[in-house]
């Protein structure tokens, strides 16, 4: 059974940094891109960043570039998500996803993780 759990959100203010962690189970860490995605209240679920199990190349969103970073650790399949300098319209539950390598489509999905970042 896979499992991406993710953890490490919470409430911050404006201005101030966040790391988020997502352990990953059940699945062979090597053959997956993982990614990040969020949701914000009455929005539709959008891109954030994503990074291959080479991590030669990352991606980001226009919105997150310059203060989001985006890492594995493929020894401890654990794939984390750098915030800095946070702003409101950051606010979000945080998903963390998996896909083939050579598919375009996320395959696993986590629960979600809550950020909030007060003005």
């Known amino acids: 059974q896979v499992q991406l759990v993710e953890s490490g959100g919470g409430l911050v203010q404006a201005g101030d940094s966040l790391r988020l962690s997502c352990a990953a189970s059940g699945l062979t860490f090597s053959s997956y891109t993982t990614g990040w995605f969020r949701q914000a209240p009455g929005k539709e679920r959008e891109f954030v960043t994503a990074?291959?199990?080479?991590?030669?190349?990352?991606d980001y969103a226009d919105s997150v570039k310059g203060r989001f970073t985006i890492s594995r650790d493929n020894a401890k399949n654990t794939v984390y998500l750098q915030m800095n300098s946070l702003k409101p319209e950051d606010t979000a539950v945080y998903y963390c996803?998996?896909?083939?390598?050579?598919?375009?489509?996320?395959?696993?999905w986590g629960q979600g993780t809550q950020v909030t970042v007060s003005s």
């Open positions: 996803a998996a896909r083939p390598n050579r598919q375009l489509e996320y395959a696993y």
């Open positions: 990074i291959p199990w080479s991590r030669i190349t990352t």
